[in-house]
């Protein structure tokens, strides 16, 4: 079932991107000629008024075919149509019905954080804090067994996923559990091996209900201190609260922190081959997406606006034909009072789309290979 509603999810940030790019340029006077989900070879197809509605057979994406999207299709149109033309419309127009495609999905990002935030969802608001360290989400924790080693004091009586309630007696987290078992000492000189001379109480709740188990720690040279072998994590009890502006400027923050990373991740994995590694085609994606659905609905919302916000930012590079091409040469024109010839604008985007592509292409590659192991 989270499958189906992994495509659901990944056709829908493809249709709405599209329809913003739709409604815009039907409000602006624009003849649309195509409304497509997913690539050509077309399976449906079916024309209302002067636009196509259809469906493709290549799941990569979708378009929205504008009547004369360049100078040379304005120049074979008849009159009354070259007039509705894309081309032969002014620059502000041409930007606004470009960015409405990025901007629906950079509105469905802020919307899905917002809802998120503000309902108070524990998964949601940990995948968010997650990805975003500097942003407190989370209300209050709980210490809990996050680690064990093998053959140490502790792995002989907790379990790895215990929550601890108390040290010695007294409420705990991780930091007096630390304090406590570095405050015991060994009968003689500390040596490596050297076991206290007094235990430390633990009280743990688990799978089990709650107990108090004592455990001695033991000298680690390697360390200089006393330890029982296990690690200590945080498990989230408690979202924050957040009010409607709150939550607004939490999820206004969290985007923000995502764009910055994604357009440094993505110059980090031009250059670097490690980086490069964890790049994610479609594919990769959809198969991460599918796990947050099972994971809660809180995970899911966050990562679906993660996706969708990356979507958004990453139309925005100023190369055709993205999104952020078309909006840099209407720019141009608008500054040089002239049209830009075709032939610079390709010249410009090529290196960009090569880059592009190759990426593309590592992604899928890398998704190829973590499925056949």
Not at 48 to 58: N, R, W
Not at 147 to 160: D, M, R, Y
Request: hydrophobic residues 50%; glycine residues 12%.
């Amino acid at each position: 079932m989270s499958w189906i509603w992994t495509i659901f999810a990944v056709v829908m940030l493809v249709l709405l991107h599209e329809l913003g790019h739709f409604v815009a340029a039907k409000r602006l006077g624009m003849r649309v000629e195509r409304f497509s989900v997913f690539f050509p070879p077309l399976l449906l197809r079916r024309k209302v008024g002067e636009t196509e509605y259809a469906v493709g057979a290549i799941p990569a994406g979708g378009y929205v075919k504008i009547t004369g999207m360049s100078p040379d299709e304005c120049a074979a149109l008849p009159p009354e149509l070259a007039a509705r033309a894309y081309y032969n419309q002014p620059p502000w127009k041409r930007i606004v019905v470009i960015l409405a495609g990025p901007g629906v999905n950079i509105l469905i990002a802020f919307l899905l954080f917002w809802i998120v935030l503000y309902s108070g969802s524990l998964d949601g608001a940990s995948a968010l804090q997650n990805a975003n360290p500097g942003l407190t989400t989370i209300a209050r924790s709980e210490t809990v067994v996050s680690e064990l080693v093998a053959g140490e004091p502790a792995a002989a009586v907790l379990k790895t996923g215990d929550r601890i309630v108390a040290i010695n007696g007294k409420p705990a987290n991780a930091a007096a559990a630390v304090t406590a078992i570095r405050a015991t000492h060994c009968a003689g000189p500390e040596h490596d091996g050297c076991v206290a001379t007094t235990p430390v109480s633990v009280g743990v709740k688990g799978p089990g209900g709650a107990r108090t188990v004592e455990i001695y720690p033991r000298y680690v040279a390697k360390a200089k201190r006393m330890m029982i072998g296990v690690g200590f994590g945080l498990l989230p009890t408690q979202a924050k609260q957040f009010g409607v502006l709150g939550a607004g400027v939490a999820a206004v923050g969290e985007m923000w922190h995502i764009t910055v990373a994604s357009i440094g991740g993505l110059g980090e994995a031009l250059t670097s081959a490690k980086a490069r590694s964890h790049v994610s085609s479609i594919i990769g994606i959809t198969t991460e997406t599918q796990e947050a659905v099972a994971a809660g609905l809180g995970y899911a919302l966050v990562l679906i606006g993660f996706i969708s916000l990356v979507l958004g930012v990453l139309n925005l590079l100023p190369f055709l034909p993205l999104d952020g091409g078309h909006v840099l040469w209407a720019l141009a024109e608008k500054v040089r009072g002239k049209r830009v010839s075709l032939a610079a604008m390709y010249r410009f985007s090529s290196v960009g789309i090569v880059l592009l592509l190759f990426l593309v292409v590592n992604g899928v590659a890398n998704d190829i290979g973590r499925l056949t192991g």
